[in-house]
């Protein structure tokens, strides 16, 4: 079944370090998006990507990295930089330029600071 | 813009009652809406959509409302069952780079 994966589910990061989340589709989608959600709040843009090897940063990009080597592939580094990480991370993918403008996310990664 | 800490609001109802959860848009150049369904500690899943040439659209149990003259979108829920209870999104689209906007959500509560 197409679909899309983050992992890991669960990730505890130390203070200074940097950490990846991983996020895969098989659903040919160009597209493919990363979103911060903290407890009780919305969806919130950090970086997105139309087509390999480009991105660009949303609304909260300073902290956060990304590459987009492959169509599949979308990781997300939150860097020592990013004061505040502890949040649910959330990964879509989605296929512009067709009839279906619809986003499919991902089942989240949630990353705590210990 | 989004306010950082600003809650989500609540709707609270009874099992068996029916819901209505509403969203204002932003965009009056929008043209296709969606509303998205996200249970605790999961991801958004898709629920209905709909196109701004259309007012209203009904799936299984949900219709969704489009009033276009003052950007306002509602979703409705008949008979609405504690596997509800979660947190609703609409979002909207018709953005130059193609990216869609979410509105900051509602929490539907089910009591039995």
Known sequence: DGGITQSPKYLFRKEGQNVTLSCEQNLNHDAMYWYRQDPGQGLRLIYYSQIVNDFQKGDIAEGYSVSREKKESFPLTVTSAQKNPTAFYLCASSAPGTAVYGYTFGSGTRLTVV | ?112
């Open chain 2, 1 to 112: 813009g989004e306010s950082v800490g600003l809650h989500l609001p609540t709707l609270s109802v009874q099992e068996g009652d029916n819901s209505i959860i509403n969203c204002a848009y932003s965009n009056s150049a929008s043209d296709y809406f969606i509303w998205y369904k996200q249970e605790s500690g999961k991801g958004p899943q898709f629920i209905i959509d709909i196109r701004s040439n259309m007012d209203k659209r009904q799936g299984q149990r949900v219709t969704v409302l489009l009033n276009k003259t003052v950007k306002h979108l509602s979703l409705q829920i008949a008979a609405t069952q504690p596997g509800d209870s979660a947190v609703y999104f609409c979002a909207e689209f018709g953005g130059s780079q193609g990216n869609l906007i979410f509105g900051k959500g509602t929490k539907l509560s089910v009591k039995p």
